[in-house]
Structure formats: C-alpha cells, structure tokens
C-alpha cells in the first residue's frame, strides 16, 4: 500500500521532456553550416549565434573572420571590430580578418588555406592527443554577393575545415557550396529547422531561437573590448598608437564620418 513508487512514477512522466532547453550547435561535429531565409532573420539568428560564440569563448579560444564583398556586410558585421576575436584594432595590418574587398577576401582566404594544410599536417602527423593542441577554432562567415562562396578553397573548406578546426558559416543568399555539411532554414521570426547535410541519416530538428539586435551586439562588443565605456566599470589602457580612422573603420577623417560613427 506504499504511495510512493506511484508518485515517483507520475513526477517521472510529468518532467520526461523539460521544454525551453536551449539547443547546441556543435560546429565540432557539424562543420560548416549555411543560414538560409529572409534577410532579417536571418541576421538576427547569425548575430545571436555569435554573440553566445564570443561571451562563452575567449580569444585565444575562438578567431572571427568574415569574408564578404558588399556594403550590406559590412554594415552588418561593422561591429565585430571592436571585438578582441577579430584582432580588427592591432597595429599589425598585414591580414585583416575582416575582409570586405577582394584583395583582402583573397588575401585572408590564402592564409586560411595555408593555415588548414598546416593544421592537417599535424592532424596527419601526431597522435589524437597530440593533433592540434591549443590550436584556436577559426569561425568564417561568408556573407557575400556569391563569388566569395563559389570560390574552389571555399569548396574546400566547406568539406573539410572543421578537421583543422575551420568552419564556415554562409549567411544567407543561395549557390552555397554542396559541400556543405549543415543547414539551418529560418522559417520566420522564431522557428528554425536544422537539417545535417553531410549524411543520409543526419539529424533534423526544430526549435525557437532568439534574435539579436546590431545595438546590442555593439553594445556586448565594446564591453568585451576592454576599452573604456561610458557606464563600464573595466578600464584597460589603449594601446600606445592607433589611427582613429581605423577604429571608425573609414579611410580618412571627415565631420560626416565622425558624426555617422
């Protein structure tokens, strides 16, 4: 006549499934993966997923890079300078990890390629413990007009970067390369479905995701800055020289510029 068992077993049934979880992307496993909807959303989604890459992830962790060839990419991803990941604010400008022109888009995808056959030959080379260290992870989005992403080391990278830690994201647009392992599918503004591409029997889900807004990703990325911010209780000193034309991401200074920025 003891209640108990049956009580456990109705609290058992009652908490089998626990809603709201939050949903991993496991860019380890997944690789690269294509945002495909509307303009919007799929921003908003894109800009959520790396500003929990950057507040759980240091630096030296995590590199941000993005790839682009369009004013609208860099109105987007303008904010991600201030961002200690993308190394936007160094004086060392030979590699600029946020390339919106071809000749940086080239130049950055060059180092990439070299860096994913230097990372390989580790991999190829050493033992599972051994393979890639304290190598950072590289996180890549592509967010481009169409050439950037057809380009043949894209293809490549797309397929087989996240064995040297590289991983992709296109944002938006279409023509991304079939090589690509994933696919999240914005269906409006707050479900999603996901879809692994890679293999026959991959995993499809569905789920809510939360927006992210370009004020409040400047906002998170001025504070990881470490720069004093008006209301910022951290203060680090800047750095002894640095044109202020780089931190307004502008070539030259003028009254507009200023104001604007």
Not at 98 to 115: N, V
Request: with cysteine; hydrophobic share 40%.
């Amino acid at each position: 006549n003891d209640k108990l068992p049956a009580l456990a077993l109705v609290v058992a049934r009652e908490f089998q499934m626990v809603p709201g979880l939050p949903a991993l992307l496991s860019l380890g496993t997944t690789g690269s993966v294509a945002i495909s909807g509307r303009s919007a959303s799929v921003y908003g989604l894109t800009r959520r997923l790396i500003l929990d890459l950057i507040i759980h992830h240091s630096p030296e962790d995590v590199n941000i890079a993005v790839l682009g060839d369009t004013h609208a990419a860099v109105e987007n991803w303008g904010w991600l300078k201030w961002l200690p990941h993308t190394d936007s604010l160094s004086l060392d400008k030979r590699l600029y990890r946020l390339a919106f022109d071809p000749p940086k888009t080239d130049k950055y995808l060059e180092f990439l390629m070299a860096e994913y056959h230097a990372r390989r030959s580790l991999v190829d080379n050493y033992s599972a413990s051994k393979k890639l260290g304290n190598q950072p992870a590289i996180v890549v989005l592509v967010d481009d007009s169409g050439q950037v992403r057809q380009h043949g080391d894209i293809h490549t990278l797309a397929k087989l970067g996240h064995e040297a830690r590289i991983y992709l994201v296109f944002v938006g647009g279409r023509d991304w390369p079939r090589e690509c392992r994933s696919r999240i599918d914005v269906l409006d503004e707050k479900n999603y479905k996901f879809t692994e591409t890679w293999t026959k029997s991959g995993e499809h889900r569905t789920g809510s995701y939360e927006n992210a807004s370009p004020s409040d990703c400047e906002r998170v990325a001025k504070k990881l800055a470490g720069w004093e911010v008006a209301g910022s209780s951290s203060r680090v000193p800047l750095p002894e020289n640095i044109r202020i034309s780089r931190v307004l991401g502008a070539d030259s200074l003028s009254v507009d510029s200023v104001k604007q920025s």
